[in-house]
């Protein structure tokens, strides 16, 4: 765990090893690292599970350097006014290349073959012999001309879709929510599944790519798994929790799922028949943790040095390119009037707004307004308790 200090008296705190190039973004404007803040004005992330935290009231924002946000107390920091980021696709090309990977890897019962052919040590002469005999319980299936089904066409999902179809697969895909820009990226090749149950009674490999919301929470259930084709492979890249294990280790038993292909081991995937657990391992390389502490970072940075907000997941995103006057940076409820309160506040001081930008997200709204003239230090304190006063808002910063 590390702890930064910023100049202007901010601190930043990481919960798991955030890559070094991306907390090099802290060392440009005098950051210190200090391992033991109680009270961060930011958190940086990956994966540790922040359910249990309480947060300080210097808590401003939290960047998950990754995908999934599932372990942050999203809707809390909503109401605390924390703004919390991810970092979209930084880490795509690494779960892809472990996708297919694995998708290749298992249809040759290649990791079976292998924890085999080790159990053979101490045969001495006799292991080419035993190779030979043995190695037809290992008889696997091509991935050329059978049917891949893709879960999710966002960041990853898309590129899964894309490369599998270059090898040669079918690729369905099924994705209600799909966004413009993944449409746009995606193969016209890839056919579209209007439901759910069509992409499952197609699919002789499946793949799922979305995050764990109350929506996909075990979307691998017995129901789904009655549709299926006998023999899947399921490849789980993406949630534990998008599982039903009971109804996974009955289907697994039966042979209605041929192998279960898992980023998320516990003690009872593990007991598991056919199933293939990896220790999480989708994002980690080199290049996808230097890609997502890099984004965070600098995510971070921008928000807490100029109030611009890219990539949340909570807060809308908004920006200003940065004058250095004054900034008011207000985060307040959705309602109406709030801008004309807040700009009222503005110009009871006497001052001009040069720019500004109101941003809403569903019940709650991201006010950024930019002072014409320099503002003196003591009027700084009474505008933002002015601003504060105000009933909706729910933070304000005079950056
Ligand atoms: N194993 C790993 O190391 C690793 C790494 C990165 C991401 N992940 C997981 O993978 C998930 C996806 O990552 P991503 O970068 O592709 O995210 P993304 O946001 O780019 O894509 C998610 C897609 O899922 C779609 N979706 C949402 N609900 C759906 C539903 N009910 N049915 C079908 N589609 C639905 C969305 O429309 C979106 O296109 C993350 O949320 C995370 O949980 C795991
Ligand atoms: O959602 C994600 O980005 C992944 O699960 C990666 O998690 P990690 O950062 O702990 O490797």
Avoid at 244 to 262: C, F, H, P, R, S
Avoid at 372 to 381: F, H, L, T
Wanted: hydrophobic share 40%; glycine share 8%.
């Amino acid at each position: 765990m590390t702890t930064i200090t910023l100049e202007k008296g901010k601190t930043i705190k990481t919960l798991n090893n955030i890559a070094e190039s991306g907390l090099k973004v802290f060392s440009k404007g005098n950051y210190v690292i200090d391992n033991d803040s109680e009270n961060p004005e930011a958190i940086v992330v990956r994966s540790f599970n922040m359910h249990s935290l309480t947060f300080g009231d210097e808590l401003k924002a939290i960047a998950r350097a990754g995908a999934g946000v599932n372990n942050i107390p999203v809707e809390l920091c909503t109401e605390q006014g924390i703004v919390v980021f991810n970092t979209p696709g930084a880490n795509a090309n690494a779960v892809k290349e472990m996708v297919l990977t694995s998708l290749m890897a298992s249809s040759r019962n290649l990791f079976a073959g292998v924890e085999w052919t080790k159990s053979l040590e101490g045969e001495g002469k006799q292991i080419p012999k035993l190779v030979e005999a043995g190695k037809k319980q290992f008889l696997g299936k091509e991935i050329k001309g059978k049917t891949l089904g893709v879960i999710g066409l966002g960041a990853i999902g898309a590129l899964v879709a894309n490369d599998a179809l270059d090898l040669d697969m079918d690729v369905i895909g099924f994705d209600p929510f799909i966004s413009v820009d993944t449409a746009w990226n995606l193969s016209r090749n890839v056919k579209r599944a209007m439901t759910l149950e069509q992409l499952f009674a197609e699919s002789d490999y499946l793949t799922v790519h979305v995050p764990l919301t109350p929506d996909t929470k075990e979307m691998f259930n017995q129901k789904a798994f009655n549709v299926m084709k006998p023999g899947v492979h399921i490849l789980n890249f993406s949630r534990g929790e998008l599982v039903n294990e009971k109804d996974m280790e009955i289907a697994l038993e039966n042979g209605t799922v041929g192998q279960y292909i898992t980023d998320f081991p516990n003690e009872n995937v593990l007991k598991m028949k056919n199933t293939v657990p990896v220790p999480h391992l989708g994002a980690s390389t080199k290049e996808s943790e230097e890609n997502c502490a890099i984004m965070a970072t600098r995510q971070v940075k921008e928000f807490l040095e100029t109030g611009n907000i890219r990539n949340s997941v909570n807060f809308p995103n908004a920006s200003l390119p940065y004058t250095g006057k004054l900034r008011v940076a207000a985060f307040h409820e959705n309602v109406p009037n709030m801008v004309g309160q807040i700009t009222l506040a503005v110009s009871s001081y006497n001052l001009n707004i040069a720019d500004m930008v109101n941003r809403s997200r569903g019940g709650y709204a991201y006010t950024m307004i930019d002072i014409d003239n320099k503002v003196s230090g003591e009027v700084i304190p009474g505008l933002e308790n002015k601003i504060k006063q105000i009933d909706g808002i729910i933070t304000t910063r005079l950056i």
